[in-house]
């Protein structure tokens, strides 16, 4: 992500509702498109050059998601990676038209990591339905403030969303309009104020890793809607999708995607 301090000599057009501000020295293409958010007062913006290719056969693609970027554009028209990767596709490809591409899952905007795509409907198909039917492992690191007393263990509780505020509450026991979710979590390391923890969710309940662990005591940090003392200049929290294993929907070949942190941040690169 480059930061953009003004609008003077930029370039300007609309994709949907949502500015693009380019250089023509960033950009020789005819049309341009960039993930605008605005933190601080400061407008970032990603080109399709910028995406991290995880992983992209005829079938799939796995990115490496930034923090502070939709998985999938709204209908508010805000830009998503989605339409950043189908950019990508159109160019690769010479398209005339938009690209196909299929999403079979997400991560919340705040969050980093793998992120699967299908680039035709037959493999979004088949991996809606593996993670359906569980068939996919997904492996999340996340760094907390505060150490677990037991270094592993299988964490369940009850989740109730409020759909209003778009925040869950995580009970022991179950209550009306909850839903059971599990995760097992592992300390792997501790710096002097954080620790980190591998998370293997076996349900995927809306924020559930950030509820959890702060139901715990354990919030994660940057995370102040679940129980952090202070946010992350960014934006961003630090849970981060670092793995994904699977059998590739057209070849059944199994695959294991691994996702770098966040460069640049000294917690991630401490803990690393």
């Given amino acids: 992500m480059r930061p953009v301090q003004t609008r003077e000599n930029f370039i300007y057009t609309t994709i949907g509702n949502a500015p693009c501000y380019h250089t023509p020295t960033q950009c020789d293409k005819d049309f341009c498109i960039f993930a605008p958010r605005v933190i601080n007062g400061v407008i970032f913006k990603m080109h399709y050059s910028e995406l991290e290719i995880l992983y992209e056969d005829n079938h799939i693609i796995a990115i490496n998601k930034p923090v502070g970027l939709m998985v999938q554009s709204d209908k508010a028209g805000n830009i998503g990676l989605d339409d950043i990767i189908k950019e990508y596709l159109r160019v690769k490809y010479n398209k005339k038209g938009e690209a196909f591409l299929g999403v079979a899952h997400r991560i919340d905007r705040p969050v980093s990591g793998v992120v699967i795509f299908a680039k035709r409907s ?129 070849t059944d070949q199994l695959i294991e995607i691994v996702a770098p942190p966040p460069q640049g941040d000294s917690i991630w690169k401490a803990v690393s």
């Fill in 122 to 250: 037959k493999p979004l198909k088949r991996l809606n339905e593996m993670f359906r039917e569980k068939e996919i492992k997904k492996t999340y690191w996340a760094v907390v403030a505060n150490r677990p007393d037991k270094l592993e263990g299988h964490l369940l509780h009850w989740l109730k969303k409020n759909e209003q505020k778009n925040i869950s509450h995580a009970y022991e026991q179950e209550v009306k309009g909850s839903l059971q979710c599990e995760l097992d979590y592992k300390w792997i390391k501790s710096l002097d104020n954080y620790h980190l923890l591998e998370i293997d969710p076996h349900t995927g309940r809306h924020h559930q890793i950030r509820v959890q662990l702060s139901k715990m005591g354990w919030p994660i940090k940057g995370d102040v809607k679940y129980g952090a003392r202070r946010g992350n200049t960014d934006g961003s929290i630090h849970l981060h999708a670092r793995k994904i294993q699977f059998k590739h929907p057209a």
